[in-house]
């Protein structure tokens, strides 16, 4: 059995958000019409790691802002006590290196360990899952505890819809003065020209540098990489490792320590540049716009990672279906035409989870939100959301849209 649209409506009336009259005629809803709690859904978690190399210019002042930008909301923060990795390799494509010191650092195995919140002892517990699952903890409990068909639909759900979608993004940072970009020459300076689109002028090298000629520009390469968690993963994981409080064996603790089960799944790289215009910031010192252009750079791979790999594509609920909008913007990308699948969230009667598309929308491009700004640049904007073109008729607030990669977008 499904429970879809009417368990959703059905809600909304028991917690007295809508009148039942209003839930029968699919009244539009806007944000403030209904709770936070509707916008709750199974995140994919993230953990973001940096290169460090300590010849690079200006590497302390991204470092800081590098700790200091936090995981996006849209995602489960899994930071692990680790935020850096030491490399140093004048390859143009870390990948392979990259990904053996990921497995000499043991990454795969320490998020694992934060899942299943692994004590000193070394016994696991489910609180996370639970927590991040949206489960209701009694009877999650109950259910594993007698080790019901249930209960075993309950942690395949979990390892499917949150383990499954674990990822980590490492970021190698280059920093250069665009004054140095301009002098480099005509073919170096058309190709960032291009990158920045409608900042700068494609018609002259000579325009291009007017524009391009003055602040600082960030490259981010982003190394996305996935932890792998399957069946075989799993069954192995759970029979002949997994140790609590009430089944402890110090032997099977010990061995968690020199298993080699766990990896990460490299899943491909991406470019992404961040410019800052000096004039625009005068009272900005270098150290300033430098961040400015880190964040907006880490942005920008997020987006771009996201646009290229369909399995790191999050899920975002809309907030309202008259206008259709969602609380995201050009700091996620956005450009006018963008398409979005809409999902509505099913619940099967064993407690397990699947999205269906329902409908496609597609972002207008006179209504996108500029959240690109630093908290402290934000300007004054009644547009706290961007707006999409669509069918809302049997929509509603709260459910899913993600990213539909547009053909050709990338080569």
Do not use: C
Not at 117 to 135: A, H, M, P, V
Not at 181 to 206: Q, W
Not at 297 to 316: G, N, P, Q
Not at 387 to 396: E, H, I, P, R, T
């Amino acid at each position: 059995m499904r429970i879809g649209r009417a368990l959703f409506l059905y809600s909304l009336i028991f917690y007295g958000f809508i009148q039942p009259s209003e839930a029968q005629e699919k009244k539009l809803l806007r944000k403030e019409d209904f709770s936070s709690e509707i916008k709750d859904f199974k995140r994919s978690s993230l953990l973001t790691l940096m290169i460090e190399t300590p010849e690079k210019e200006k590497l302390n002042t991204i470092k800081g802002t590098f700790k200091e930008i936090g995981i996006p909301d849209k995602f489960n923060d899994h930071s692990l006590d680790v935020s850096f990795i030491a490399l140093k390799s004048e390859a143009a494509d870390h990948s392979d290196i990259l990904s053996e010191k990921l497995k000499e650092a043991g990454i795969a195995k320490r998020m694992i360990s934060k899942w299943f919140g692994r004590s000193k002892k070394g016994t696991f517990d489910l609180e996370l899952i639970k927590q991040r699952g949206l489960y209701n903890a009694s009877a999650f409990d109950r259910e594993i505890a007698k080790k019901t068909l249930r209960g075993n639909a309950m942690l395949e759900d979990a390892g499917e819809h949150l383990i499954g979608n674990t990822f980590v993004i490492v970021n190698d940072y280059k920093y250069t003065n665009k004054e140095e970009v301009v002098s480099k020459g005509k073919e170096l300076l058309n190709d960032v020209s291009n990158l920045f689109g409608s900042r700068a002028s494609r018609s002259t090298t000579a325009q291009a540098a007017d524009i391009l000629a003055k602040g600082y520009i960030i490259k981010a390469t982003s190394y996305l990489y996935r932890l792998v968690w399957d069946e075989a993963t799993a069954a192995t994981f759970y029979e002949e490792l997994w140790v609590t409080e009430e089944t402890f064996d110090k032997g099977i603790a010990d061995s968690f320590d020199t298993t080699d089960l766990f990896k990460l799944e490299y899943i491909g790289r991406q470019d992404s540049w961040a410019d800052v215009q000096s004039t625009k910031y005068t009272l900005k010192s270098d150290e300033e716009l430098i961040a400015r252009a880190t964040v907006k750079a880490t942005d920008a791979a997020i987006s771009k990672l996201e646009r290229k790999f369909e399995v790191f594509r999050t899920k975002t609920p809309l907030i309202s279906v008259d206008p259709l909008a969602a609380e995201i913007g050009s700091k996620e990308g956005l450009v006018k035409g963008d398409r979005f699948e809409v999902l509505e969230q099913l619940v099967y009667d064993d407690g397990t989870i699947d999205y269906e598309k329902v409908a496609e929308i597609t972002v207008d491009h006179d209504q996108i939100w500029d959240n690109s700004y630093m908290p402290e640049e934000t300007p004054e904007s009644e547009l706290k959301y961007t707006v999409f073109k669509g069918n809302a008729k049997n929509l509603y607030p709260g459910m899913l849209i993600r990213f539909k990669r547009n053909q050709n977008i990338f080569k």
